[in-house]
């Protein structure tokens, strides 16, 4: 399984960016997956947890209101779109794949959980 991130950038705050997340492999569908973050100096952490078909999604706090997580299963592909972004939003973001059938998204919260990462985009928001 390969996780491929992309579409990070520099954004000023208040704008918005889209990240996706190329997998391979022709089960995708069959699990969660999820979206976190890892800034300079701090530990990973959650940001947001997408179920299988997408119907469902558990964000943390922080983000709640303001970023989506969606995914297109036809092509393999999770999203993650970023609104209204703020100075504390800058980190590298990562892509994960989070357990197979796996329904309870919000205990799906920890890296432990994820058996599969993707490289890492990194977001950069200026104040």
């Known amino acids: 399984v390969q996780l491929q991130a992309s579409g990070g950038g520099l954004v000023q705050a208040g704008g918005s960016l889209r990240l996706s997340c190329a997998a391979s492999g022709r089960t995708f569908s069959n699990y969660a997956m999820g979206w976190f973050r890892q800034a300079p100096g701090k530990e990973r952490e959650f940001v947001a947890a997408?179920?299988?078909?997408?119907?469902?999604?558990y964000y943390a706090d922080s983000v709640k209101g303001r970023f989506t997580g969606s995914r297109d299963n036809a092509k393999n592909t999770l999203y993650l779109q970023m609104n209204s972004l703020k100075p504390e939003d800058t980190a590298v973001y990562y892509c994960a794949r989070g357990p197979m059938w796996g329904s309870q998204l919000a205990a799906y919260t920890t890296p432990g959980q994820y058996d599969y990462w993707g490289q890492g985009t990194q977001v950069t928001v200026s104040s």
């Open positions: 997408i179920s299988r078909s997408g119907g469902s999604t």
